[in-house]
Every structure is written in structure tokens, then in C-alpha cells.
């Protein structure tokens, strides 16, 4: 599973696993303390493991928040229905890539149920998904996807 990313990338990782909680493994490999001895840091590498759950789209646990948004003059709304089982926050993301990638663009407490999105261009379509999170920010779903596309008020 995965791809070999390099130096400052974002990794693309892929699966093939099916539903069903699944080890993971990330192994870093740090070579600074060969390629710059006078840095005196030492070897950084390391190996990092934890488990991946994958849970097929029916379970009640992929419920998540369902998206919509409203395209304005110079800015786009947004807003959801609170997730059934709660959330600590709602992340927003954004892409002009229908299907992402998304980047994170805010993100509000977990009782709104309302996101502007200001730094929008007018005329350009945007993509939006929002992820509800736990208090220690491990995402929980995703939500569906929307597009607006903001314009002038003339």
C-alpha cells in the first residue's frame, strides 16, 4: 500500500484493503547526520505504527454531516446538519478539483452549522467537503461533495 513521496510532498496513499480494521506502518528515513555531519543532528529515522479502520459506506458510523452550499457575490456559504454522534469541530476543505485534492481552509466549533468561505475569486468553481473531528482532531467522516461557483451581483 502507498507510494515512495519525496522531500517536502504530500504522500498519495492508496489501498486495496477491504473493510476491517488494518495495520499500518510509516517508516522515515532521515540521512542528514551523513550528508551534514557539522548539522550535529543525529540519525531521525524512525518507524511509526498504528491501525487503519475501513468501514463500508453503509455503516451507521459513515453517516456524516450533510453538506450545501449557497455561491454569493465575492464568497460562498456553506452549511450542514450536525453530526448525529457529535463532533468537537467541523474542518472545511476546498479544492477547484472536482473530486480534490482538498486543502483545509477553516474550521469551526463543533455546534456551528455555518462556514464563509471569503477568499474566493468570482466566476471560479470551488469543491467542498467537511469533516467533523474528536477533541484530539482525528477526523471522523467526510462529508459529501459540493461545488458553488461565487459571482458579481450586477
Known amino acids: ?4 513521496p519525496t522531500a517536502g510532498t504530500n504522500p498519495s496513499i492508496t489501498s486495496s484493503l477491504g473493510v476491517g480494521s488494518h495495520p499500518i506502518q510509516l517508516r522515515v528515513t532521515d540521512n542528514n547526520s551523513v550528508s551534514f555531519p557539522s548539522s550535529g543532528m543525529g540519525d531521525l529515522s524512525g518507524t511509526a505504527f498504528s491501525q487503519v479502520v475501513i468501514r463500508d ?4 458510523a459513515c453517516a456524516c454531516s450533510t453538506l450545501k452550499a449557497y455561491p454569493k457575490n465575492s464568497l460562498v456559504q456553506l452549511s450542514w446538519t450536525l453530526l448525529a454522534g457529535g463532533a468537537d469541530h ?3 476543505y476546498r479544492s ?3 473530486g480534490g485534492p482538498y486543502l483545509k481552509i477553516g474550521t469551526t466549533a463543533g455546534t456551528e452549522t455555518l462556514f ?3 477568499t474566493v475569486t468570482n466566476g471560479t468553481t470551488y469543491y467542498y467537503v467537511l469533516r467533523p473531528a ?3 482532531a482525528t477526523e471522523i467522516c467526510q462529508s459529501n461533495q459540493v461545488a458553488a461557483m461565487p459571482r458579481s451581483l450586477r
Request: proline letters at 5%; hydrophobic letters at 20%.
Open 134 to 136: 474528536e477533541l484530539s
Open 90 to 92: 467541523y474542518n472545511v
Open 116 to 118: 464563509y468561505d471569503r
Open 96 to 98: 477547484t478539483i472536482n
Open 57 to 60: 459506506g453503509t455503516d451507521p
Open 1 to 4: 500500500m502507498g507510494s515512495s
